[in-house]
């Protein structure tokens, strides 16, 4: 596992990267919005670090997590653009 500097709130930190692996997948979270669309998100986790010597108020450690968010809409008939 690599190390290496991050920045968080102006200050820089050493962080460690984890290695880790999905236990249930990258599923969909699924919203039906009041105007009829229905929302799906996913996050997809690229990298994560445990940032040395900084933990949360609890007193569990401090992460930081590098991820995307895939976004997909299902829109109803009567948002879409005309063709």
């Known amino acids: ?9 102006g200050q820089e930190f050493m962080a460690e990267e984890i290695e880790f692996e999905s236990e249930s997948g990258e599923k969909w979270n699924t919203y039906v919005l009041h105007d009829g669309t229905q929302l799906k998100l996913k996050a997809v986790v690229a990298e994560v670090l445990r940032v040395e010597g900084q933990y949360t108020p609890t007193g569990d450690p401090l992460y930081t997590v590098n991820a995307s968010l895939v976004v997909s809409t299902n829109s109803p008939d009567s948002l879409r653009k005309k063709a």
């Open 1 to 9: 596992m690599s190390k290496r500097k991050v920045n968080l709130g």
